[in-house]
């Protein structure tokens, strides 16, 4: 069993869509959850980041944290076809803190059509 | 202001060849993590070095890769005897030394990667 677990998709919305973006994991030692985006042939930038449980809101993207279902969504609103990307869920121990050693989903692929 | 420097972005070797992948961090940042991307696989973390040391190899494999982080110049992630399963993208990230006591954000700054190629 894989620490976390992402389900690759490809996920397709029409645009103005929200869209909803899941991850499991297995590691209640995990503290720290972030969402990266990853455009085609690029690499990831950090999205969004939460300590622990709770929400966490941005513009147009909120990331959730249940820790004691140990699953962490991240929802767009009014979705755009430049959010067409690759979605990659990282966690990370607190003992791992420090070292930037972090664990990745699979990453979920989203088209968003105009 | 530059961001994570990789180089080459595309590297072909036949089996058994060496392949050196470099990355320059961003300016100011002393920590450099390596990460490998396989098809259909998300990042795997790899080594995390600061100047001249390394600090967590653990996801290094055990024979054939390296890395070094120098204190003058790039980090350098070395696979030698490359093998058709080497095929990858890697990637290296940066981040910025922590202040005591400060938040962590889990913010790497990713290079675009180097896409490695064994024939």
């Known amino acids: 069993q894989k620490e976390v677990e992402q389900d690759p998709g490809p996920l397709s919305v029409p645009e103005g869509a929200i869209v909803s973006l899941n991850c499991t994991y297995s590691n209640s030692a995990f503290q720290y959850f972030m969402w990266y985006r990853q455009y085609s042939r690029k690499g990831p930038e950090l999205l969004m980041y939460t300590y622990s449980s709770g929400n966490k809101e941005d513009g147009r993207f909120t990331a959730q944290v249940d820790k004691s279902s140990k699953y962490i969504s991240l929802f767009i609103r009014d979705s755009q076809p430049s959010d067409s990307a690759t979605y990659l869920c990282?966690?990370?121990?607190?003992?791992?803190?420090?070292?930037?050693?972090?664990?990745f989903g699979q990453g979920t692929t989203l088209q968003v059509k105009p | 202001n530059a961001g994570v420097m990789q180089n080459p972005r595309h590297l072909v070797r036949r089996r058994g060849q060496e392949a050196r992948l470099r990355c320059s961090p961003m300016k100011g940042h002393s920590h450099v993590y390596w990460y490998r991307q396989l098809p259909e696989e998300g990042l795997k973390f790899m080594v995390y070095l600061q100047k001249e040391n390394i600090i967590d190899e653990s996801g290094m494999p055990k024979e054939r890769f390296s890395a070094e982080f120098p204190k003058e110049g790039p980090s350098i992630l070395r696979i030698q005897q490359v093998v058709r399963g080497d095929s990858a993208a890697y990637f290296c990230?940066?981040?910025?030394?922590?202040?005591?006591?400060?938040?962590?954000?889990?913010?790497?700054?990713f290079g675009e990667g180097s896409r490695l190629t064994v024939l």
């Open positions: 990230a940066s981040s910025p030394p922590r202040l005591a006591g400060g938040p962590y954000t889990g913010e790497l700054f």
């Open positions: 990282a966690m990370s121990a607190t003992r791992d803190g420090n070292t930037g050693k972090l664990i």
